[in-house]
């Protein structure tokens, strides 16, 4: 699509799909709702990811050099330029190295630092005692590896603007990338407590980011937050390096939340004389092999991946075409173009509409599985302070079956069906109106946009996933944007009749309850309550397969046995999980954003909070099935454990109705012994 006003600009993933960057800025704007009006529970602090580590460790898969070849530019001139550029610039180090410098060469000058930390003997270069190889401590790796990105950016600044490579190349396809000054992801958002993975103690990090073409090649202020391209971390040696991994894990679950357009996302790390590529998938980590800095065949390595970086396809950087950031547009806030496509079975032609959005009212909040986004659109860029659409960007599994990429469609349309003979009901339900395959440019042709396509030949612990969007009718938010208790109190209300509804009329179980299943709006007598997301729905009692992601609003005998038949008090027992959390952490943004300053104020006066709760979203899932046991078992726990720390009064009276209904109704003696 092309620019309406030439004061635009836009992101790296500008233009049509599968097209490659337009020009770049490193203006911050303001980002306000773009951000994500919903911050996501695993942001809170003192929420940790369920054990992140053992998820890390159990996904990576290692020594898989084949990752190098996913940013390989596409075209044939341009992947040859790209490996003269790389061998070039090794070719300058050796000359470096054997004291062949150029006169005050700022290029040799971060050629020395290089060459230091290699080990390599340089003029005014070595470290330390030639009989004993010198100790490098994070802090010293890290600059220069960033000496050694700024060489590699140097030289093609320089490059890319000759006249041999002009016919190849368009500058606005090309990018530096360059290493960011103390990172700024951390202030985007509430995030986790990043000290709880790692200890700091030896450890160094930086960010680099994407700059146009001719940028002043220095470390820059931190860009504009859609621009991050990867998360680097340095340690000092091998042990050292896999606590790094977490870290890097963490901050790139933030690069997901923060980045509306990001498919997939690159990191590296560094320890001894070694570096290594990761790249973060939708239920798989890759990593490289080491790339030995002090080899000639390491350097070579790791330099032409950041010369690819420089030169390939966007999308091969991880980021989504179809979405595209204009910063500065008529309304002079930030906005998104989001792309729906649909292939015309006629003319074989993928074609493709384009909605306008300011608000993200749910960000993707994992660092694995369907990575949901929900996005406020309206087809007219004039008015999109009134939408009329919600789009829905997932990675599902693929195929049709259960929690499949077409299974939420296919349960909505069974409701409807019943429902929409029915007036008081059939508002009830989101309302579909399109779900749509992904498609991205490869190789000159449009392809939908799959787990197959985006990582071919790379090992998975996973089936593949399917990228689509879905769009429905514009209801209202999240209930996780609500001004007051009562709406919250209402909505559920609603959403829990649909439910009823939805199993003894059709058999349908939700089985993802969550803040972003239920829907609200502001009619002219009252709030209504919207029932979304049927992603994990089950049809007749059995498992949706793939299970939802988050331990929290799960109950307790899904946690224990995931395949096992479910029931409808399953989705209520979801429910009260879910009114127990937004009891403690706040009913909205600015709520939790309270919660946030508090918890870092009490942290910082030693008075680290401890709330029960918590636990449900650490260790493993039987671990967070006890824990609920223990919360649920009698009505003296659950005051000690729970209502005590709920803000909110009539929360706290659903909540202690829903736990009396559950878990101490006649019959039932607690939940340590069975649930129900």
């Not at 040859?80 to 700022?106: C, F, M, Q, Y």
């Not at 990172?183 to 960010?207: I, M, Q, R």
Request: net charge negative; charged share 25%; glycine share 6%.
């Amino acid at each position: 699509m092309t620019t309406r006003l030439a004061k635009e600009e836009l992101d790296p993933a500008a233009g049509d799909v599968g097209e490659t960057p337009a020009g770049t800025t490193a203006a911050k704007p303001d980002y306000g709702k773009l951000v994500g009006e919903n911050i996501g529970f695993n942001f809170m602090p003192g929420v940790r990811d369920s054990s992140l580590n053992e998820l890390v460790r159990r996904i990576m898969h290692r020594n898989c050099d084949a990752i190098l070849k996913i940013s390989t530019p596409c075209d044939p001139g341009c992947c040859t330029l790209a490996s003269k550029i790389a061998e070039n610039l090794e070719a300058r180090l050796t000359a470096v190295a054997l004291g062949k410098k150029g006169k005050n060469d700022p290029l040799d000058e971060w050629a020395m630092d290089v060459l230091a930390w290699a080990g390599v003997s340089a003029p005014a270069a070595s470290v330390g005692d030639e009989s004993e190889p010198a100790v490098w401590e994070a802090s010293a790796i890290a600059p220069c590896l960033e000496s050694l990105m700024l060489f590699v950016a140097h030289h093609i600044n320089e490059h890319v603007t000759s006249s041999d490579a002009s016919e190849l190349l368009d500058l606005k396809d090309c990018r530096l990338i360059l290493p960011i000054a103390k990172s700024s992801l951390e202030a985007e958002c509430t995030n986790p407590s990043l000290e709880d993975y790692v200890d700091p103690v030896d450890f160094a990090n930086f960010e680099c980011g994407m700059f146009p073409i001719d940028s002043s090649v220095e470390r820059q202020a931190a860009p504009a937050l859609h621009l991050f391209v990867a998360d680097v971390e340095v340690a000092r040696d091998f042990d050292d390096r896999v606590r790094a991994e977490i870290m890097m894990a963490a901050k790139t679950k933030e690069l997901f939340f923060n980045q509306h357009n990001r498919r997939f996302a690159w990191g590296l790390t560094a320890s001894s004389c070694t570096i290594r590529a990761y790249v973060f998938g939708k239920d798989d980590i890759w990593a490289s092999a080491k790339m030995d800095i002090a080899s000639a065949e390491g350097r070579l390595t790791f330099i032409s991946l950041l010369v690819d970086w420089s030169l390939c396809p966007v999308d091969r950087l991880g980021f989504d075409p179809s979405i595209r950031y204009v910063l500065n547009g008529d309304s002079g806030h930030p906005y998104l173009e989001i792309d729906v496509h649909k292939m015309n079975e006629g003319t074989g032609q993928v074609e493709k509409r384009t909605y306008y959005g300011q608000r993200c009212v749910g960000a993707a909040d994992r660092l694995t599985g369907r990575h949901a986004r929900y996005f406020a659109v309206s087809t007219d860029p004039q008015s999109m302070d009134k939408p009329a659409f919600l789009i829905k960007d997932v990675w599902a599994p693929s195929g049709s079956g259960s929690a499949g990429a077409t299974h939420e469609s296919s349960v909505l349309n069974i409701l409807y069906a019943e429902f929409d003979r029915s007036s008081d009901l059939s508002s009830g339900f989101a309302r579909l109106v399109s779900t749509r395959p992904v498609y991205i440019k490869l190789e000159n042709a449009l392809v939908k946009d799959t787990t197959i396509t985006a990582f071919a030949g790379l090992p998975s612990t996973s089936r593949a996933r399917q990228h689509r969007r879905t769009v429905m009718r514009w209801v209202g938010n999240t209930i996780s944007a609500a001004d007051d208790e009562n709406q919250i109190v209402v909505a559920i209300a609603d959403a829990m009749t649909a439910l009823i509804a939805a199993h003894s009329k059709c058999k349908i179980l939700h089985g993802n309850i969550s803040d972003r299943a239920i829907l609200f709006c502001e009619t002219a007598d009252r709030t209504k309550g919207v029932l979304a997301e049927f992603d994990y729905a089950s049809v007749d009692g059995n498992s949706a397969g793939e299970v939802p992601e988050l331990m929290i609003f799960r109950s307790i005998l899904s946690l224990e046995n995931a395949r096992r038949r479910i029931y409808h008090l399953d989705d209520t027992e979801s429910i009260l999980y879910l009114v127990c959390w937004l009891g403690t952490f706040g009913i909205n943004r600015k709520e939790r954003m309270e919660y946030a300053v508090d918890y870092a104020a009490r942290c910082a006066a030693g008075r680290k909070p401890c709330l029960p709760i918590l636990s449900w979203n650490q260790g493993t899932v039987a671990q967070s099935a006890q824990h609920k046991r223990n919360h649920m078992d009698t009505a003296k726990d659950f005051e000690v454990n729970i209502l005590s720390n709920m803000r909110h009064g009539p929360l706290r009276k659903l909540a202690k109705d829903l736990h009396q209904a559950l878990f101490l109704h006649p019959g039932c003696s607690g939940a340590k012994k069975t649930a129900y």
